[in-house]
């Protein structure tokens, strides 16, 4: 602004041919601006779709029903498998006292002792997300047909499907943050490893190998070294599914992410449905879902959440989770960032 009002106080041109000319350059100044100017003050995104998805007692119709006993088979299974990672401690003090003490054979048995069954959990943990990436195959499988004529109907029509995607998502990311502070869990699994190669260049039978096999142990490990493995589990399996389903088109997959986000965001930001949730932890589970689907979309869309094309509403979802209590979404935020 102050630039623009030197150039028009200069008096280059005369009067009304100057401010003209301010004004044009003015104009071609804001189209240029970027991507951050158009998420600050974005106005133009398409109408946000307005109702109440039903987080907490959405049921199945029959037309779901076949989908939705095929992904409950495996969220059963959630429950107890961030119960089992949050109640994980390792194996830290039975290592460092066999590495620090080499020779000692019974130090060396105790230690292997303890981590053969972590690792047996460990697995455990890998295997779930691989059937957790079939079951959201089979949500979006559902979500993106041709059944509806866009994704708010979906989402509308079919609400315990969606509400199913949005338990996978949160699962993701309560098991992503917990795996996140728990070092112990790359450290056992390294430990497992060392011992079980020098265990074979020694002839020294095991039957920890018959818990995991190289060839699966290459696997694991790879998951676990990703800070946020669930999700990228997600992230990938979803970009496979964009792929193997090429008469599809990948608007019907995006559009049905963003739509998402935006009816959390709406539901968060509206008194009048936020009322409905009949606890506050459903507040929790839906910036969560919220902040799942952000990750998903600019993952899967070939320019991302930020950019100006985005049908998410990037300024309005920030604001949602900086108007929570600072401590309760500090981890969502660095997990947009």
Request: charged share 25%; net charge negative; aromatic share 8%.
């Amino acid at each position: 602004a102050d630039l623009c009002w030197r150039t028009v106080t200069r008096g280059h041109l005369p009067g009304r041919a100057s401010l003209l000319l301010t004004v044009r350059q003015l104009h071609c100044w804001y189209r240029n601006m970027g991507n951050l100017l158009k998420v600050l003050t974005c106005t133009d995104l398409e109408q946000e779709p307005n109702f109440f998805l039903d987080f907490e007692n959405a049921q199945p119709t029959d037309a779901e029903r076949e989908v939705w006993e095929q992904v409950d088979v495996v969220l059963k299974d959630a429950k107890g498998i961030l119960d089992e990672l949050q109640a994980y401690k390792g194996a830290g003090q039975q290592i460092r006292e066999a590495i620090q003490n080499p020779n000692d054979e019974a130090l060396q048995e105790q230690a292997w002792a303890a981590v053969v069954p972590l690792v047996g959990k460990l697995k455990k943990f890998y295997q779930f997300s691989q059937r957790l990436e079939a079951a959201l195959h089979s949500l979006l499988r559902a979500l993106t047909s041709e059944t509806y004529n866009d994704p708010t109907q979906h989402l509308e029509r079919e609400q315990a499907l969606a509400r199913q995607f949005a338990e996978i998502l949160h699962f993701t990311l309560r098991f992503d943050e917990l795996k996140m502070t728990n070092p112990a869990i790359q450290n056992d699994f390294s430990y497992y490893r060392r011992t079980l190669s020098r265990m074979r260049i020694n002839n020294v039978p095991s039957e920890g190998e018959n818990e995991v096999n190289n060839e699966l142990a290459n696997r694991i490990s790879l998951f676990y070294a990703d800070a946020t493995p669930m999700l990228k589990t997600l992230s990938d399996g979803t970009t496979k599914f964009v792929s193997e389903n090429k008469n599809l088109p990948i608007e019907n997959t995006t559009d049905c992410l963003s739509t998402m986000a935006s009816v959390c965001k709406v539901m968060l930001e509206t008194p009048e449905y936020r009322s409905r949730f009949t606890s506050e932890e459903t507040v929790s589970f839906c910036l969560r879902v919220m902040v799942g689907v952000i990750i998903l979309y600019d993952y899967v869309h070939p320019v991302g959440a930020f950019a100006k094309s985005s049908k998410i509403d990037m300024k309005g979802c920030i604001k949602v989770l900086k108007d929570q209590p600072p401590n309760s979404v500090e981890g969502l935020l660095n997990a947009l960032r």
